[in-house]
């Protein structure tokens, strides 16, 4: 029996996890659950899988809990339960750089760290993987690409790969015109072909930064040099990324797009779990296509490979921005279309910082942050 507590339990690959957990009650039992502020469904959460412990972060006003299991609330409560005696395994499936603290807490206590969330290794990556490997604390990736990667590099300890070939579906823009792009809008950046996802990395997906946030979480878990990160375009989302080794084959990993292979696999790693999600009929897809990607349309890719090579705070920055530059899209204060503006905004005006403890992490956020609202305030709407 694994005990698992899920840090975002009421999102896209919370709720996805618990769909996981309900399939398998002899294997893996939900012991914590948090989410932000949705109360009402982490009380109907609560009454269906009997968590000794819930939290929520941001509870409504007035909000106590039920009686059904230990209720606690606030940032530090979400922290706490990494550090339960109950707790094998942490999926961290929060959004954005929330999940910083929450995987530094799991390492400390010895946690395994089951990773939905790649913005601690956009943030965090150097050291979230010197504290894992000190610790001995494996970190299972969950994002579809890097599990599909981790899938493929198994059972070659002396083959190091070449090149990683990281998949992307290019979003619901990839056909457009830069012109079409440019003057996009929420609703339509929020309608993502393949897959359904929280708000902010649909989003995230539409204007490539999600993939720019995949090739730095990529470079830490992986340990390439950026320039052996590729990125493919390829909109029928079955292959879900893959490697190249030195003597030219290339591994991929493929599926129908569905979340609860990459979440299963994490849980259940180095086995696998019956009964997940449907099983690929290739003769039912046809045909898979492969193009390169627009640089030009999605300028925010390229800012990927500059925040690597300036290093230090620049990933920090790049996310950071992003996030302040979402939200202001999904209040419909600033044009799609400007995300990268903004992002480049950011990373003119902070140069790449060493960084040597958490603390300057989270200083290099905040700057990031009024960074971008003082970009934004060129185009807001
Ligand atoms: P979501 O918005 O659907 O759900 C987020 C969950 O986390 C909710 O339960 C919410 O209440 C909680 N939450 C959000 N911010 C929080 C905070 N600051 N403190 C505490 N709780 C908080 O998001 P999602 O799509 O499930 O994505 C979660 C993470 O997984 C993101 O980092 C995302 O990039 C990553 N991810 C998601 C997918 C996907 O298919 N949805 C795929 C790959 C990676
Ligand atoms: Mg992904």
Redesign the pocket.
């Known amino acids: 029996m694994q005990r698992i507590a899920i ?8 709720t996805q996890a618990l769909d996981v957990i309900a399939r398998h009650p002899d294997e893996y039992r939900a012991v914590a659950l ?5 109360a009402g469904q982490l009380a109907g959460q609560v009454g269906r899988f009997h968590p000794a412990a819930a939290v929520l ?1 941001n509870p409504p006003e007035g909000f106590v809990g039920t009686n059904e299991c230990q209720w606690s609330f606030g940032e530090e409560a ?1 922290l706490d339960i990494c550090a339960r005696e109950d707790v094998d395994a942490v999926l961290v ?4 750089i ?2 910083l603290p929450a995987v530094l807490r799991c390492i400390e206590c010895g946690k395994k760290v089951l990773l ?4 601690a290794l956009v943030t965090g990556g150097e050291l979230v993987m010197r504290a894992a490997k000190e610790k001995s604390v494996p970190i299972l990736p ?3 690409e890097h599990s599909a990667i981790f899938q493929c590099i198994q059972g070659r300890p002396n083959a190091r790969p070449v090149r990683i070939v990281l998949t992307a579906s290019g979003g619901p823009f990839r056909t457009w015109s830069l012109q079409q792009v440019r003057a996009a809008t929420v609703e339509q950046a929020l309608r993502h072909p393949n ?1 359904s ?5 649909t989003v995230d997906s539409a204007s490539m930064v999600n993939k720019a946030l995949e090739i730095i979480e990529a470079r830490h878990l992986f340990g390439l040099e950026a320039d052996k990160i590729q990125v493919v375009v390829h909109p029928q989302s079955i292959v879900h990324s893959g490697v190249a080794f030195s003597d030219g084959a290339t591994l991929v990993q493929m599926g129908l797009p569905d ?1 609860r292979v990459p979440i299963a696999y994490a849980m259940s790693y180095p086995d696998r779990l019956p009964d997940v999600a449907p099983q690929l009929d290739l003769t039912d897809i046809g045909a898979l296509t492969f193009e390169k990607p627009d640089f030009a349309r999605f300028p925010a890719l390229a800012l990927a490979y500059r925040a690597l090579k300036e290093g230090g705070t620049a990933p920090v920055t790049l996310n950071g921005a992003n996030e302040v530059a979402v939200q202001l899209v999904l209040e419909k204060k600033l044009p799609f279309f400007r995300i990268a503006s903004v992002l480049e905004a950011a990373m003119d005006r902070l140069p790449g910082q060493p960084v040597a403890c958490v603390e300057q992490v989270y200083e290099a956020d905040r700057a990031a942050r009024s960074a971008a609202q003082e970009a934004a305030r060129r185009w807001i709407l």
């Open positions: 840090l975002g339990s009421t999102g896209s690959i919370g948090a989410a932000r502020s949705s972060t979400l499936a929060v959004v954005g929330a999940g939905a969330n790649k913005e969950v994002d579809s897959w996802m929280g708000r902010k990395i979340m």
